[in-house]
């Protein structure tokens, strides 16, 4: 009888865990398919509609990204928002301006576009385009932006990229 008394409550342990273990997956589901707030939904569209115009995949959101772009951005205060890249190890792209500094931010690194030539994978003549590779390169899927106030109206826009892009002789998609 012990041994049919132990069977059935490991039964009931195993109904129990299974039960919790569901309930762990329904919230983990439930977590993710909450949509991301005001900025960071800004940044994530903007960097997906802007992939998606080239066939690449969407990006994902990403707290520890989040969490390191903010600690760099809050950084930037103490030096006047200086204008400098973090020297991190994600792929990294800086605006500085007015207003939200979210979408607006990843539209201005788009306009790099036209300064791209895919056949050679170069950017033109005397001119940059980096900041749209990052963007629209296709093995960063996980994204993570900040923003911070600088006063006087600017603020400092910070996205980071993992993995990195921008690799010399590869190209973004």
Not at 9 to 21: D, E, I, M, P, W
Not at 41 to 68: C, Q, S
Request: proline share 4%; charged share 20%; aromatic share 10%.
């Amino acid at each position: 009888m012990r041994s049919l008394k132990m069977s059935l409550n490991h039964g009931a342990s195993a109904k129990v865990l299974l039960v919790g273990q569901m309930l762990m997956v329904m919230m983990v589901i439930a977590s993710a398919a909450k949509p991301l707030p005001g900025k960071k939904k800004a940044f994530l569209d903007a960097h997906n509609a802007i992939r998606a115009e080239v066939g690449v995949g969407p990006m994902t959101w990403n707290k520890t990204l989040e969490n390191y772009a903010q600690k760099y951005a809050n950084s930037r205060l103490s030096k006047n928002c200086e204008f400098e890249h973090s020297g991190g190890p994600y792929g990294e792209n800086l605006a500085e301006g007015y207003g939200e500094m979210t979408g607006d931010a990843v539209r201005y690194w788009a306009t790099e576009k036209s300064k791209y030539d895919y056949a050679s994978n170069s950017c033109a003549q005397n001119d940059i385009c980096g900041h749209y590779t990052q963007v629209v390169w296709r093995n960063s899927v996980r994204l993570g932006c900040a923003t911070v106030n600088c006063g006087k109206g600017l603020v400092f826009s910070i996205c980071n990229y993992d993995p990195p892009g921008n690799y010399m002789g590869e190209r973004p998609y």
